[in-house]
């Protein structure tokens, strides 16, 4: 099923209402329909709490690229930028609240209508909602780990320590994309890193995964393990552009589960979704949120 909902030329305010009622009544009929929903959320769950989306509707990088894995471990200098940036972004990440999607998705799950919860954000928002059963895909932003012994350090630490040794950052600002890094332009200084690891000195990273780096294989055997659990899957505010998040849809296409995708804009998926509703997440998650069964 293929629906189509009013769309404006330009993503106008007064064009919203109708399209968003219309992708929620079909998104209620069609949560009705099915059992234990698989729900995978991305960056655009996260934008009504002040995280910004770094793809726009078009699924292109609005600003760069994120560092990758490889260069983080290889190259001091784009590790201190990331961090620099990470310290500019951080205040806020720490200080973002948890919207109406969020809480519509638990109230869904306390009714028992959902497998466990697979976001791509790595902002910790569904955790801090209630959600009880959340895989965190591409890890959590607000804890660090060492790369040599795993020892987990909070975030707000590293920033503390970061703080004390650079008071001059301590009043900038910035946007900041989903997983805390800002868009600093300016030179950044060398020794801009945290601390070695405290127990064994190794090199610490956000407990994120970067570009170029696996998801931990556990964690994919949990995500299976849910998919094996569900009757249907529900994309929410993804543009399924990371392969990790697509190759779920896929997965669940290959096992005939129904697909419903609920997101602004193009997404890789659409050709294989069975309801793709290109509407604001939170608006209709709000709608639905205490009135299904
Ligand atoms: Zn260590």
Redesign the pocket.
């Known amino acids: 099923m293929k629906v189509d909902v009013p769309v404006s030329d330009a993503a106008d305010v007064v064009a919203t209402a109708p399209r968003e009622a219309a992708a929620a009544a079909t998104l209620r009929t069609w949560l009705d329909a099915h059992g234990r929903v698989l729900v995978l959320t991305g960056a655009g769950i996260s934008t009504a709490s002040g995280i910004p989306d770094y793809r726009g509707p078009d699924g292109l990088w609005k600003h760069r690229a994120p560092i990758t894995y490889q260069a983080f471990m290889r190259d001091p200098a784009m590790r201190a930028r990331y961090w620099a940036r990470s310290f500019v972004g951080w205040p806020i990440v720490a200080r973002a609240q948890p919207n109406r999607a969020h809480a519509a998705l638990v109230a869904l799950e306390a009714r028992g209508r959902l497998a466990p919860l697979i976001t791509q954000n790595v902002d910790g928002l569904h955790t801090r909602a209630g959600q009880r059963s959340v895989i965190d895909l591409h890890g959590r932003i607000d804890q660090v780990t ?6 987990r350090v909070p975030r707000a630490e590293i920033q503390r320590q970061l703080a004390a040794e650079h008071p001059e950052w301590t009043s900038l600002t910035a946007a900041t994309a989903p997983d805390g890094d800002a868009d600093v332009e300016r030179v950044v200084i060398e020794d801009f890193t945290p601390p070695p ?6 090199l610490l990273k956000p407990d994120v995964v970067f570009f170029g780096e696996n998801v931990p294989r556990e964690r994919v055997l949990d995500t299976q393990a849910a998919l094996a659990a569900a009757d249907a899957m529900l994309v929410v505010g993804s543009s399924l552009m990371v392969y990790s998040g697509f190759r779920f849809a896929r997965m669940a296409r290959e096992r005939d589960l129904p697909l419903a995708i609920l997101t602004r804009g193009v997404t890789r998926a659409d050709a294989i979704a069975t309801v793709k509703l290109d509407a604001d997440c939170e608006a209709v998650l709000a709608a639905i949120g205490s009135g299904v069964g």
Request: aromatic residues 0%.
């Open positions: 060492c790369t040599a012994c795993a020892t690891c405290p127990h064994c000195g190794g």
